[in-house]
């Protein structure tokens, strides 16, 4: 699933109320007002044409009466990226944005225009501006399903893994973004994978916050990517990369932890033999058993699947050692070095056993107050109902 392109990132956002900007506009008032604006657009005076572009872009920040209005401003403004003035660019690409947000036939309009050959370059721009401002329309632009093919044969995506390893903060941020919603389209995973973008992934997720939105992009991305043996491969032989995973696991939003884990589930799965003495290594025990009970559903089912890969033997115990997860979590306990990690992870399993039985406790106490006619008497079941 795409990354939503409703947020205007803080580097192109201007003052401007929050609520819809023509709400209290007549209808004639709106349409002078984006013909003179549309007018200025066309002017052989530059500063005007900047101008202009600045409107538009405070206009359609937060009006979608007003990106539809500024829809013929498109192919002026694509104009404007071919200008020899980086303030121009700038005024253009702001206002290209904000046209594109939550606006297909927009988005699709912008790069019909021919706005993505000007938009690659300044992708390799040293005016960090202009590259932060066209990896930021890149994301917006890459939100259609049908820009997607479009935009990585454009050679958009070596460059983005560029900018992951190179770029600024606020750069890196969008790339990562970007490249995010471009991997969602089948086809371009392999693409992304070619440009060898684990070294550059690893490094992000180790610098950003656990929690952050680009920890958990990170960690999707490296998720899809482990799909292939050259993605699974490019992790483990990256310095601290099966780490990294495992502290976002750890610490990180309850979908980066999803994304985190699938992780390594996905490669224990490819191969065990392979991968399964890597992950252990790392710690991941502490961190599965928090999940059994306390992450997401699908986070829950993973962290318990792979305990079970984790585990000595890949194959079911006896009858009187019934598949569970305190046996093979004890099981895997056995086999652990370092007594600090032994000690961590059973202490996190005697956790895990009083959170299970506190939430079957709970579920008890749910079910005994279903009172129905056939098991308990009508004055029983009223007086535990008074009891709330």
Do not use: W
Not at 103 to 123: Q, R
Not at 186 to 206: A, F, M, Y
Not at 279 to 306: D, F, Y
């Amino acid at each position: 699933m795409g990354i939503q392109d409703g947020a205007i990132h803080c580097h192109l956002a201007t003052a401007a109320p929050d609520a819809d900007t023509d709400t209290d506009a007549s209808p004639s008032s709106l349409s002078s007002l984006v013909t003179q604006t549309l007018t200025l657009l066309q002017s052989d005076d530059l500063s005007l044409r900047v101008q202009a572009a600045k409107e538009i872009r405070r206009l359609t920040k937060t009006s979608q009466r007003y990106r539809r209005y500024f829809s013929a401003a498109v192919g002026p403004l694509v104009d404007m990226l071919s200008c020899l003035s980086a303030e121009a660019n700038e005024a253009a690409l702001a206002a290209l944005l904000n046209l594109a947000v939550k606006d297909e036939i927009n988005k699709i309009k912008i790069i019909e225009a021919g706005a993505l050959k000007p938009i690659i370059g300044f992708l390799q721009s040293e005016n960090l501006a202009l590259q932060e401002h066209a990896a930021a329309a890149l994301i917006t632009l890459s939100a259609s399903s049908v820009n997607k093919r479009v935009i990585s044969a454009s050679g958009a995506i070596p460059l983005l893994v560029e900018i992951l390893g190179h770029g600024s903060s606020q750069a890196k941020y969008d790339a990562v973004m970007a490249l995010y919603n471009l991997s969602t389209y089948p086809d371009n995973l392999g693409q992304i994978l070619q440009t060898e973008p684990i070294p550059q992934l690893v490094d992000l997720l180790k610098s950003c916050k656990r929690s952050s939105k680009t920890a958990e992009k990170c960690s999707a991305l490296i998720e899809s990517l482990v799909g292939f043996e050259e993605g699974r491969m490019a992790l483990t032989s990256e310095d601290g990369g099966i780490l990294a995973v495992v502290e976002v696991l750890e610490g990180g939003s309850p979908q980066s932890r999803e994304h985190a884990v699938g992780t390594l589930l996905t490669m224990c799965e490819s191969d065990r033999s392979s991968y399964r003495e890597p992950i252990l290594r790392e710690g991941v025990i502490p961190g599965l058993l928090e999940l059994t009970v306390q992450g997401t559903p699908k986070s829950q089912s993973k962290a318990q699947m792979l305990l079970r890969l984790l585990r000595d033997t890949p194959y079911p115990r006896s009858e009187l050692q019934p598949d569970t997860i305190e046996n093979i979590v004890s099981n895997i306990i056995s086999q652990i070095d370092g007594e600090d990690q032994v000690g961590k992870a059973k202490q996190m399993l005697a956790e895990m056993v009083q959170v299970s039985m506190e939430q079957s406790l709970r579920h008890l106490q749910k079910r005994a107050l279903v009172c129905t006619p056939a098991d308990i008497p009508i004055n029983s079941c009223a007086s535990e109902v008074s009891l709330k």
